[in-house]
């Protein structure tokens, strides 16, 4: 069994930065893909990003292109989120998430094996 878990959330200013960090447990991370997906209060998972198990290749939601970066250190069984340029709407509960069966996965929640407990991210105006 995995465990994930998150870290680095907290409260910002709007056009601000967070970096997120995942730790895994276990020794088949680096064959896993991740993602993370954020929550709003009243609003369904959506996804933010996914990274392929070497890093070779990343998905970035519309919302999040050009302001957040996906990235991951297999050595440290860690994934990270940089969030740069944050707004308001950004704020949420943001979860890790792993996928252990074979192929990239789609942008659906059921697409995922394992979550973390999720970390909140504010963004004040």
């Known amino acids: 069994q995995v465990q994930l878990v998150e870290s680095g959330g907290g409260m910002v200013q709007a056009g601000g930065s967070l970096r997120l960090s995942c730790a895994a447990s276990?020794?088949?991370?680096?064959?896993?893909?991740m993602g993370w997906f954020r929550q709003a209060p009243g609003k369904e998972h959506e996804f933010v990003a996914s990274i392929s198990w070497n890093g070779g290749r990343t998905v970035y939601a519309n919302s999040v292109k050009g302001r957040y970066t996906i990235s991951r250190t297999n050595a440290k069984n860690t994934v990270y989120l940089q969030m740069n340029a944050l707004k308001p709407e950004d704020t949420a509960v943001y979860y890790c998430a792993g996928r252990e069966r074979s192929g990239f996965p789609t942008m659906g929640v059921r697409d995922y094996d394992y979550w973390g407990q999720g970390t909140q991210v504010t963004v004040s105006s």
């Open positions: 276990g020794p088949t991370f680096s064959s896993y893909y």
